[in-house]
Protein backbone atom coordinates (compact mmCIF):
# COMPACT_ATOMS: atom_id res chain seq x y z
CA UNK A 1 0.00 0.00 0.00
CA UNK A 2 1.32 3.73 -0.36
CA UNK A 3 2.31 5.42 2.78
CA UNK A 4 1.38 9.50 2.53
CA UNK A 5 3.39 12.33 4.26
CA UNK A 6 1.66 16.31 4.11
CA UNK A 7 3.59 19.33 4.71
CA UNK A 8 2.59 22.89 4.24
CA UNK A 9 0.01 23.76 6.39
CA UNK A 10 0.26 26.90 8.76
CA UNK A 11 -0.74 30.03 10.42
CA UNK A 12 -2.08 32.74 7.80
CA UNK A 13 -3.76 35.62 7.93
CA UNK A 14 -7.36 35.64 5.14
CA UNK A 15 -6.58 36.23 1.67
CA UNK A 16 -3.24 34.68 2.21
CA UNK A 17 -2.05 31.53 -0.28
CA UNK A 18 -0.25 28.20 1.21
CA UNK A 19 0.76 25.29 -0.86
CA UNK A 20 0.12 21.98 0.47
CA UNK A 21 2.48 19.15 -0.18
CA UNK A 22 1.67 15.40 0.05
CA UNK A 23 4.96 12.93 -0.60
CA UNK A 24 3.87 9.53 -1.56
CA UNK A 25 5.74 6.16 -0.49
CA UNK A 26 5.12 2.37 -1.01
CA UNK A 27 3.23 1.13 -3.67
CA UNK A 28 3.71 3.40 -7.28
CA UNK A 29 2.15 6.65 -7.02
CA UNK A 30 0.83 6.70 -10.26
CA UNK A 31 -1.27 3.72 -9.16
CA UNK A 32 -3.66 5.58 -7.70
CA UNK A 33 -6.23 8.42 -7.66
CA UNK A 34 -5.51 11.32 -5.18
CA UNK A 35 -7.20 14.07 -3.61
CA UNK A 36 -7.51 16.25 -0.22
CA UNK A 37 -9.68 16.05 2.39
CA UNK A 38 -10.44 18.20 4.80
CA UNK A 39 -11.68 17.93 8.45
CA UNK A 40 -12.82 20.94 11.07
CA UNK A 41 -13.33 20.36 14.85
CA UNK A 42 -16.38 19.30 15.18
CA UNK A 43 -17.59 18.43 11.71
CA UNK A 44 -16.77 15.21 9.79
CA UNK A 45 -14.33 15.03 6.73
CA UNK A 46 -15.07 16.63 3.60
CA UNK A 47 -13.62 16.33 0.48
CA UNK A 48 -11.42 19.29 -1.13
CA UNK A 49 -10.32 18.03 -4.46
CA UNK A 50 -9.77 15.58 -6.52
CA UNK A 51 -7.20 14.12 -9.64
CA UNK A 52 -7.34 11.11 -11.27
CA UNK A 53 -4.72 8.70 -11.85
CA UNK A 54 -3.79 10.47 -15.62
CA UNK A 55 -4.30 14.05 -13.96
CA UNK A 56 -7.03 14.70 -16.71
CA UNK A 57 -9.88 14.85 -14.47
CA UNK A 58 -9.77 16.65 -11.54
CA UNK A 59 -12.69 17.80 -9.22
CA UNK A 60 -13.49 20.53 -6.43
CA UNK A 61 -15.54 20.88 -3.57
CA UNK A 62 -17.77 24.32 -4.26
CA UNK A 63 -15.97 25.46 -1.58
CA UNK A 64 -12.42 24.98 -3.56
CA UNK A 65 -13.16 26.28 -7.04
CA UNK A 66 -11.67 29.17 -8.38
CA UNK A 67 -9.73 29.58 -5.22
CA UNK A 68 -7.60 26.00 -4.99
CA UNK A 69 -5.60 23.71 -7.46
CA UNK A 70 -4.84 20.00 -6.95
CA UNK A 71 -2.11 18.87 -8.99
CA UNK A 72 0.23 15.89 -9.07
CA UNK A 73 3.66 15.21 -10.14
CA UNK A 74 4.36 11.48 -10.75
CA UNK A 75 8.33 12.18 -11.17
CA UNK A 76 8.44 13.29 -7.56
CA UNK A 77 5.66 11.07 -6.12
CA UNK A 78 3.83 14.44 -4.99
CA UNK A 79 0.77 15.63 -4.69
CA UNK A 80 0.15 19.79 -4.52
CA UNK A 81 -2.50 21.54 -2.98
CA UNK A 82 -2.19 25.22 -4.14
CA UNK A 83 -4.40 27.40 -2.01
CA UNK A 84 -5.38 31.31 -2.73
CA UNK A 85 -7.41 33.91 -1.06
CA UNK A 86 -7.99 31.61 1.73
CA UNK A 87 -11.08 32.65 4.14
CA UNK A 88 -11.52 31.55 7.91
CA UNK A 89 -13.62 29.17 7.39
CA UNK A 90 -10.98 26.79 5.40
CA UNK A 91 -9.52 26.41 8.49
CA UNK A 92 -9.22 22.38 9.19
CA UNK A 93 -7.01 19.82 9.37
CA UNK A 94 -5.78 18.45 5.76
CA UNK A 95 -5.48 15.44 4.78
CA UNK A 96 -4.06 13.90 1.30
CA UNK A 97 -5.43 10.64 0.77
CA UNK A 98 -5.26 7.60 -2.09
CA UNK A 99 -7.80 5.80 -3.58
CA UNK A 100 -8.21 2.81 -5.92
CA UNK A 101 -10.06 4.18 -7.98
CA UNK A 102 -7.80 5.90 -10.19
CA UNK A 103 -9.85 6.31 -13.70
CA UNK A 104 -12.07 9.09 -12.66
CA UNK A 105 -12.71 11.15 -9.14
CA UNK A 106 -15.34 10.22 -6.68
CA UNK A 107 -15.59 13.92 -4.75
CA UNK A 108 -16.29 12.27 -1.46
CA UNK A 109 -14.58 11.67 1.50
CA UNK A 110 -15.62 8.01 1.72
CA UNK A 111 -13.84 7.21 -1.35
CA UNK A 112 -10.25 7.31 -0.17
CA UNK A 113 -9.09 4.15 1.06
CA UNK A 114 -4.94 5.40 2.17
CA UNK A 115 -4.33 8.15 4.19
CA UNK A 116 -1.73 10.71 5.44
CA UNK A 117 -1.76 12.11 9.15
CA UNK A 118 -2.70 15.41 8.34
CA UNK A 119 -1.35 18.95 8.06
CA UNK A 120 -3.02 21.73 9.76
CA UNK A 121 -3.99 24.92 8.22
CA UNK A 122 -5.83 27.74 10.10
CA UNK A 123 -6.47 31.14 8.86
CA UNK A 124 -6.93 34.29 10.96
CA UNK A 125 -9.67 37.20 10.02
Known amino acids: QVQLVESGGGLVQAGDSLRLSCLAS????????MGWVRQAPGKEREFVAGISRSGVIIRYADSAKGRFTISRDSAKNTLYLQMNNLKPEDTALYYC??????????????????WGQGTQVTVSS
Open 97 to 114: AASRVNLTVIPTATAYEF
Open 26 to 33: GRAFSNYG
